[in-house]
T-cell receptor, first 112, second 114 residues
Framework: GENVEQHPSTLSVQEGDSAVIKCTYS??????FPWYKQELGKRPQLIID?????GEKKDQRIAVTLNKTAKHFSLHITETQPEDSAVYFC???????????FGGGTRVLVKP | EPEVTQTPSHQVTQMGQEVILRCVPI?????FYWYRQILGQKVEFLVS????????KSEIFDDQFSVERPDGSNFTLKIRSTKLEDSAMYFC????????????FGSGTRLTVV
């Protein structure tokens, strides 16, 4: 089955700096890659997603890149703010209606 | 914005007791899921449900677990005889029409087995 690895497990950045989180996946059939932000005790909230027919997607300060050949995808947060502090999870899925396989999570701390 | 609703938000139960976790998915969604998150760990898939039957389940989803969609709106997860290691946050999710992604997670039920 699918295996998703996520690095780093913790990331501390200064406010205003960029944060980058990387994920690799094992199943070449995966074609949907969402990123979730989870605050303490809350549900995972989708922040951005990308499908396999696209190499990059951007939404304001957040961008995701996908390299299908290398089977890895990354989340980039620019101009970080204290409210970006949370745990971020990447995930992968092979088709609509199929399960999400999550990475292990990255705890991001943005220091003011 | 439509939401996935879960009840209760927190459930404390004695080891060996049965619990039922309830979810109301988004009304026009077709796929329903249960995920589990042990404190401080990643979100793990338990089961997916489509067209009134289980479409996929993980190794975690053993004979102690069952799911049901009894009335066309609720989607329940039953744990027959709870163990200490079942203590976790349980998230229900739903997703849309065939060919579309867009999972929406509920706010979760924190299950504590004592």
């Amino acid at each position: 089955g699918e295996n998703v690895e996520q690095h780093p497990s913790t990331l501390s950045v200064q406010e205003g700096d960029s944060a980058v989180i990387k994920c690799t996946y094992s199943d070449s059939a995966s074609n949907y890659f969402p990123w979730y932000k989870q605050e303490l005790g809350k549900r995972p909230q989708l922040i951005i997603d990308i499908r396999s027919n696209v190499g990059e997607k951007k939404d304001q300060r957040i961008a995701v890149t996908l390299n299908k050949t290398a089977k890895h995808f990354s989340l980039h947060i620019t101009e970080t703010q204290p409210e970006d502090s949370a745990v971020y999870f990447c995930a992968a899925s092979t088709a609509a209606g199929n399960k999400l396989t999550f990475g292990g999570g990255t705890r991001v701390l943005v220091k003011p | 914005e439509p939401e996935v609703t879960q009840t209760p938000s927190h459930q404390v139960t004695q080891m060996g007791q049965e619990v039922i976790l309830r979810c109301v998915p988004i009304s026009n969604h077709l796929y329903f899921y249960w995920y589990r998150q042990i404190l401080g760990q990643k979100v793990e898939f338990l089961v997916s449900f489509y067209n009134n039957e289980i479409s996929e389940k993980s190794e975690i989803f053993d004979d102690q677990f069952s799911v049901e969609r009894p009335d066309g709106s609720n989607f329940t997860l039953k744990i027959r005889s709870t163990k200490l290691e079942d203590s976790a946050m349980y998230f229900c999710a739903s997703s849309g029409d065939r060919g579309l992604f867009g999972y929406t997670f509920g706010s979760g039920t924190r299950l504590t087995v004592v």
